[in-house]
């Protein structure tokens, strides 16, 4: 069914209304609610592990002394608070390890973007599970069209595309949720217009700003729809036209930007199911490499022998993972090290593995590992699959002159390589796990996985503390 096949706007952020506004749990086919089912697992089981990192408890006290007394879960928490600083601390926790999924071509966290709105604001409301469902939905085919039509734009001119996007996607799933029309979900997308940000100086010094992006967004999406709701004005043209997002935001990347985009096949062609949920807690922009480093792995079973290491990825992406390249290879804290191809790879080289565990403090300080990052030096890909794939590739040049070397074209969780429900259930148990008992964590897992088959709070009472 084509929820738009009635309408005859041709303002973009009308025809998203539109969809919004007009999409029912019905029209979903089952195949994309099953993969949200398992995308929404993924966020929540990350979510969870966050908490068992230092950052968690600073930022959740900084947010906590700010707010007053509340009744909406924050993961992993006894802590209650009120419905945007909750949806804030939920969009934090799961963007917090940077482990959530990514929609590869759009470049965007489109469950972070997508979900702390979805899920605190279905909480306050009372509503089922179907509600969020649609509401998350609409969300997320909002949020991987604003970056499929940026064209990798926003990161080019020092945004955090999901830092962006994460407004406009918050501000159609409140409206959803709201009950808005679809004159009320264009002014909602209208207002976080003025609110829609997220620099990328997080890069510089690993700071811990990314983190919570998301979670703003999901804020001022809050704040949007409520305001449209009371008849707030915003404007109609957000994303297109002078002084729009786009004008403003790509600047000079503007010719590059494909607005057809932001509403093709809405109702028909779901973006969500291509969404790629990571096995490694980095950028995803590395994870080729990793693959390929952890093949090569099996090859050398003496990292001592290694001379040198020649890593390729997709050459859009250097400026994120490998400059400035002395520190990407020693990495100041573990976020930083999220963002060094050299240290995901040397990592993967040394161990054959890379999680959590790899950015434990002690493990950023291995000093064989630091070694390895010293001999590496990165390229660009002339064999890339970007922006489809996250391809990447690495050539080891061992001390007795002999040259190793993989090349990985579809990174691993994407394509035909992606999570399934029992991948996905693995990971959620293992990062939940961190935070929550066993029994708890299986408990967690099985509300989530029959999310849209009871009432939100059926799932949020399984999400919060012991």
């Not at 979903?28 to 089981?45: F, M, S, Y």
Request: overall charge neutral; proline content about 5%.
């Amino acid at each position: 069914m084509n929820v738009l096949a009635a309408t005859t706007t041709t303002k973009p952020a009308e025809r998203i209304a539109g969809f919004a506004a007009g999409l029912t749990y019905e029209a979903i086919p089952e195949a994309v609610r099953e993969r949200a089912r398992i995308q929404i697992l993924d966020g929540l089981g990350v979510g969870l592990a966050s908490n068992a990192f230092p950052f968690a408890e600073k930022t959740l006290a900084g947010i906590a002394a700010l707010a007053g007394p509340g009744e909406c879960t924050v993961l992993g928490r006894a802590l209650r608070l009120p419905l945007r600083d909750a949806a804030l601390a939920n969009g934090f926790l799961i963007h917090g390890l940077d482990f959530d999924d990514t929609h590869l071509a759009s470049i965007v966290h489109a469950t972070a973007a997508t979900l702390p709105c979805a899920l605190t604001l279905g909480e306050a409301l009372n509503l089922h599970g179907r509600d969020l469902m649609v509401a998350y939905v609409a969300g997320m085919e909002t949020a991987i069209r604003i970056g499929l039509a940026a064209r990798g734009g926003f990161h080019h001119t020092g945004f955090h595309a999901t830092g962006v996007i994460s407004h406009f996607s918050s501000a159609v799933v409140a409206g959803r949720l709201l009950g808005l029309d679809a004159a009320g979900i264009t002014c909602a997308q209208g207002i976080t217009a003025s609110t829609a940000s997220g620099v990328q100086v997080f890069l510089e010094e690993g700071a811990w700003t990314k983190r919570f992006h998301p979670g703003w967004g999901a804020v001022a999406g809050i704040m949007a729809a409520h305001l449209a709701k009371h008849g707030f004005v915003g404007p109609t043209r957000p994303y297109e036209g002078k002084f729009a997002l786009f004008d403003s935001h790509l600047q000079s990347h503007m010719a590059e930007a494909e607005l057809s985009e932001l509403d093709a096949g809405l109702g028909t062609r779901w973006h969500l199911a291509d969404t790629a949920i990571k096995p490694y807690p980095v950028c995803h922009f590395a994870h080729g490499a990793a693959d390929a480093a952890i093949m090569l792995r099996e090859e050398i079973p003496d990292t001592n022998a290694i001379a040198g290491i020649r890593i390729l990825l997709p050459a859009i992406t250097l400026p994120i993972v490998a400059e400035p390249a002395a520190e990407k290879a020693r990495p100041r804290g573990e976020y930083a090290a999220k963002f060094s191809a050299p240290f995901i790879v040397a990592t993967c080289l040394r161990l054959g593995r890379f999680g959590l565990a790899e950015l434990r403090p002690e493990a950023l300080k291995d000093e064989r590992i630091l070694a390895l990052c010293a001999l590496s030096h990165c390229e660009a890909d002339p064999e890339t699959g970007y922006p489809e794939f996250f391809s990447g590739g690495v050539e080891v040049t061992l001390k007795d002159g002999r040259r190793l070397f993989r090349h990985v074209r579809v990174n691993s969780g994407a394509g035909e390589r992606q999570l399934d429900r029992a991948g996905a259930t693995r990971k959620f148990l293992l990062a939940a796990e961190m935070h929550l008992t066993p029994e708890h964590a299986r408990r967690a897992c099985d509300a989530i996985l029959s999310i849209d088959s009871h009432d939100v709070r059926a799932t949020t009472r399984q999400l919060g503390a012991a």
